[in-house]
């Protein structure tokens, strides 16, 4: 079974590897158009929310501590501060994906804007830990809703050629989010209300969005699915050139009407009973919670209590050796927008989790020795260098890849929903880590509780190699038919597909 497409008239799908073949001049590199690259920082953004909240309350906490003896004596309290936020993701994320379906990707990041904006407020003003827990529901509620729709909006603007990387530039927006809550928490360590500021600085952001966003378009492909064909044209004619413009054009009005009947009342059920969606949302909810349970945002949430468990019991010099950790983190995903367009997302993804594994067994090595009785500091910064190395090895793979392939990888109509599914599942395995490592720490070693997070990544491992299509250069068109020639056989051109993206 093989799904009927429409190439231009040059016989190739636009934006797929043959037609840029034919047409070299047509292809678009990442800095060509000022427009794209201009709606990508502006939706990545909401990243930056993402990333600005995971990396700020790591700081925060230690200084939450100092404020409330409950939470300093309390690990689940210290827990359930960070994943309260998380909680609030899955329902964003969850609700997320009907949102963007519903009223469009514009609107939902604004809708996430004003509730992350609202949760900094009343986390910043909160008069005790629960509250302060209130108010980081909140602010996850946003986080979620941006975290399913900065990827959607960007993928749907991007030329099929530079999407991975474009995409990738949300990863790093959160990225540098979390190297700017490091920034920020050193530079109010000794300001009074410390741990206020930090949090409270947050709103910023979510409110520059919302102001730059309602000066912005909505996704052409959004605009072409409840057909608003004239503003979706005029949005494309800002992104191609004449030449490639009336071949994208009749492309996705060709793809559209074959959709039409489809897209009317998609369920979450629908997902289920369609093997080819199966399949897709299985490889898009796995790379979600792979990334999770090997542990990144262990990492960036307690990243200082980290080094602190190391031997390094200063509050600042443990923020300033994590800060060092977020800006390795940010610098890798550089290298991952493009790698993720040229080496491609299956090995990158491969050749990151082979890295973590290793960094993961040298953290787990650091903290046996640390139990050992030794007071020796180098065990200390054998712990620093095994974070370090385990961000230089996640942060140009396993961070992008997984929020990349999830903006690919389903049809038009399922594109909301199931991004919000897999966003879902990414926030869920986010929150059962945060809520579980100090206290796994706590009752079987940190040294073990790494080698668990080692012996997950050996799975994640396995699980890309034997389910994970390479997707670099494909059309979203191109994409579909894999997973039909997956769930209903193979033939010439889909395994044509498959050899081209394992390929490159």
């Known amino acids: 079974m093989t799904i009927q497409s429409s190439p231009g008239s040059s016989g190739f799908l636009p934006g797929s590897s043959g037609y840029l073949d034919m047409f070299p001049e047509r292809r678009m590199s990442y800095f060509s158009n ?8 502006a ?23 100092d404020e409330f003896e409950v ?43 004003v509730v992350f904006a609202a949760g900094s407020v009343v986390m910043a003003a909160a008069p005790n830990p629960y509250v302060l827990i209130l108010g980081r529901l909140f602010v996850g509620l946003g986080v979620g809703i941006a975290s399913v729709t900065a990827p959607v909006y960007i993928a749907e603007a991007s030329p099929s ?26 530079a109010f360590t000794e300001v009074p209300g410390t741990w206020r500021w930090m949090v409270g600085v947050a709103g910023v952001p979510a409110v ?49 009407e074959e959709e039409c009947q489809k897209r009317n009342d998609v369920k979450i059920s629908d997902v289920f009973k369609s093997k080819e969606i199966r399949l897709a949302f299985l490889v898009g909810a796995g790379l979600q919670a792979f990334q999770q349970f090997t542990g990144i945002n262990t990492v960036m949430y307690y ?6 468990m190391a031997g390094f019991s200063s509050n600042q010099l443990a923020l300033l050796l994590s800060l060092v950790i977020a800006a390795m983190n940010a610098a890798g995903t550089v290298l991952g927008i493009y790698l993720i367009d040229h080496f491609g997302r299956k090995k990158l993804a491969i050749s990151s989790l082979a890295g973590v594994i290793a960094s993961l067994f040298i953290l787990a090595g650091a903290f046996f020795g640390k139990s050992s009785g030794s007071s020796d500091e180098l065990y200390g910064w054998i712990a620093v260098l095994g974070l370090a190395l385990y961000i230089a090895c996640f942060s140009p793979g396993m961070g992008p890849v997984p929020w990349t392939v999830n903006s690919e990888i389903y049809p038009e109509q399922y594109r909301g929903i199931c991004g919000g599914m897999s966003a879902t599942v990414n926030w869920i395995s986010n929150l059962i880590v945060a809520q579980t490592f100090l206290s796994i720490a706590e009752a079987v070693g940190t040294g073990s509780t790494f080698l668990m997070l080692a012996g997950i990544a050996v799975l994640a491992v396995v699980f890309v190699i034997m389910y994970v299509p390479e997707t670099m250069g494909l059309a979203f068109v191109e994409v579909e038919q894999i997973w039909k020639e997956r769930a209903w056989g193979s033939s010439y051109n889909t395994e044509s597909l498959l050899e081209q ?3 490159k």
């Open 34 to 41: 000022s427009y794209v690259i201009g709606l990508t920082v």
């Open 501 to 503: 993206g394992n390929d």
């Open 208 to 256: 520059i969005q919302f102001c730059i966003m309602l000066c912005l378009p909505e996704s052409p492909r959004w605009l072409f699915m409840k057909d608003n064909k004239a503003k979706a044209i005029a949005i494309l004619s800002k992104i191609y050139d004449v030449a490639r413009l009336q071949d994208e054009i009749d492309h996705l009005s060709i793809t559209e």
């Open 303 to 308: 990243s200082p209590t980290i080094v602190q």
């Open 43 to 65: 939706a990545g953004i909401g990243g930056l929310l993402f990333g600005y909240d995971t990396g700020v309350i790591s700081g925060a906490l230690l200084y939450i501590k």
């Open 161 to 186: 050629e530079v999407r991975g990387g474009l995409v990738s530039t949300n990863v790093l927006m959160i990225t540098g989010g979390q190297f700017l809550s490091y920034l920020v928490n050193l």
């Open 71 to 113: 939470v300093n004596q309390s690990s689940f309290l210290q827990e359930t501060i960070v994943s309260m936020a998380l909680i609030g993701a899955i329902i964003g994320a969850a609700g997320g994906g009907w949102i963007n379906d519903a009223y469009g990707r514009k609107k939902a990041t604004l809708l996430a804007d």
